[in-house]
């Protein structure tokens, strides 16, 4: 133990330097985490679509991904877009992110209840499904008929209020149903409906299933290029000859469809960093190639009329957070938040580095040195005798020495530092042997 005490450092020396600093480090850093903008929640409420819809399939998947870093996606099944947009703006809803489908609002409304598009899914095309003999080519030939478009906040009642009317038509020339997607393809199919409109992506089992029913016809958009610049957040695509079964050559020729696509939509006050992981989610889904779009074309931060959040223009712009291609998602967001605190700390301890190693220092050899002060003051009294009571002073100085001798054998000090330390006590022995000298010349043996 006396090893051990002689040749490390000496820790309480060392507390006392550096206890001030770590002390001011804690402040300064628990300032800064009160300060700076609070970390992220571990949980996210999502807003998706009915029970066992594309939406909710696909939250399922954003769920999966979110968890591999520590984050929950609580998902709560809706009616529609139009549900979705009213809980996300509810500010007394804990619902902060759902999809919606592009053409349910416009920019001044999203933008005054606070919406902002985290970007584009994927496209959702109109599809128009209907018997009859002959194909039709325009929207006005439906006038008249029974046409099915969905059931309450699913959002296509807008868009396809607004195809009707560039169509020099209103919803009362025709008969609008509002049946829930499979009763309303069983009436279609039993010749109780005549015309279904979905707005789905090209891979629901219901929109294949019809396209390869026999006679069911899919509406050939011939004039999408005006759609689309009528209204902007429609798309024009193709869906290809052969897509459905190439060696049955379904469908038979390329048909022109108009499509809105499926955004993420949030409310602006979503943490930014949870934005983050929601844009990252979506680039590992929907990045591959499907029947209507490339590779790489979604996510995208085109074909939506809700403003897209800064976050997410700087993810279409520049990827991912560096930090976050090196560090786990807690670790990086966390030196993101407190960098400017970091920053602040670094400049501080640069001067205090320079301060406390000399302050360590002079802890140590201070119990040394201290004591050649007793030294001095001893040499003072045995300069100035007094002829009378010379050999009395001499020996309490004598005895004053073996006192800070004892003492001194006492004292504690690294190894780095025992020089100093057997100097001290070689310089002791020095005074010692001038005092003994003094008491010789007085006559005293053996002092």
């Known amino acids: 133990m006396q090893k051990i005490k002689f040749t490390l450092f000496s820790l309480r020396d060392l507390i006392v330097a550096f206890g001030p600093v770590t002390l001011m480090v804690l402040i300064v850093g628990g300032l800064g985490l009160w300060l700076v903008d609070p970390a992220p929640s571990r949980v996210v409420d999502m807003s998706t679509g009915p029970e066992n819809s594309g939406y909710e399939r696909l939250a399922k998947r954003y769920a999966e991904e979110l968890a591999k870093n520590q984050i929950t996606l609580r998902f709560h099944t809706s009616q ?77 009642r807008r868009i396809f209020e607004q195809i009707l009317s560039v169509n020099s038509m209103s919803p009362e020339d025709v008969s609008l149903q509002r049946l829930e997607d499979t009763p309303a393809t069983m009436a279609f199919l039993d010749g109780k409906m005549d015309v279904l409109v979905f707005s789905t992506a090209s891979d629901a089992p219901l929109v294949q299933m019809l396209l390869q029913t026999p006679g069911v016809r899919l509406f050939d958009f011939v004039q999408a290029e005006a759609y689309t610049r009528r209204f902007p957040y429609l798309s024009q695509v193709v869906l290809p000859r052969g897509i459905v079964d190439i060696g049955l050559d379904i469908p038979s020729r390329d048909y022109h469809l108009i499509s809105p696509t499926a955004t993420l939509v949030a409310h602006e006050s979503l943490h930014p960093a949870l934005m983050g992981q929601l844009l990252q989610a979506a680039q590992r889904i929907h990045s591959k190639a499907d029947w209507l779009s490339r590779q790489g074309e979604f996510p995208s931060d085109r074909y939506t009329e809700i403003p897209v959040a800064a976050e997410a223009e700087k993810f279409y712009k520049n ?60 040499e003072q009294v045995i300069d100035h005798l007094n002829p009378e009571d010379k050999i009395p002073v001499l020996e309490r100085q004598l005895r004053r020495l073996d006192e800070i001798e004892n003492k001194v054998n006492h004292i504690s000090v690294p190894l780095s530092y025992a020089e100093e330390l057997y100097g001290l006590r070689s310089h002791i022995h020095f005074v010692r042997n001038r005092v003994q000298s003094l008491l010789v010349q007085q006559g005293v043996q053996n002092p």
């Open 80 to 156: 529609g877009s139009s549900q979705n947009l009213e809980r996300i703006s509810d500010p007394d809803s804990e619902i902060e992110v759902g999809f919606v489908r592009s053409g349910s609002t416009d920019p001044v409304q999203a933008s005054d209840k606070g919406l902002v598009s985290l970007g584009s899914l994927f496209y959702e095309p109109i599809w128009i499904f209907y018997r009859d003999k002959k194909e039709l080519t325009t929207i006005s030939q439906f006038r008249g008929k029974r046409i099915n478009i969905g059931a309450e906040g699913t959002g296509v």
């Open 319 to 378: 990827g991912p957070p560096v930090l976050q291609r090196y560090l786990s998602f807690w670790m990086a967001n966390f030196v993101e938040r407190m960098w400017v605190v970091l920053v602040a700390l670094g400049a501080l301890l640069l001067p205090l580095s320079k301060i406390i190693p000399p302050l360590y220092v002079w802890r140590i050899r201070s119990r040394i040195y201290r004591w050649y002060g007793q030294l001095r003051t001893v």
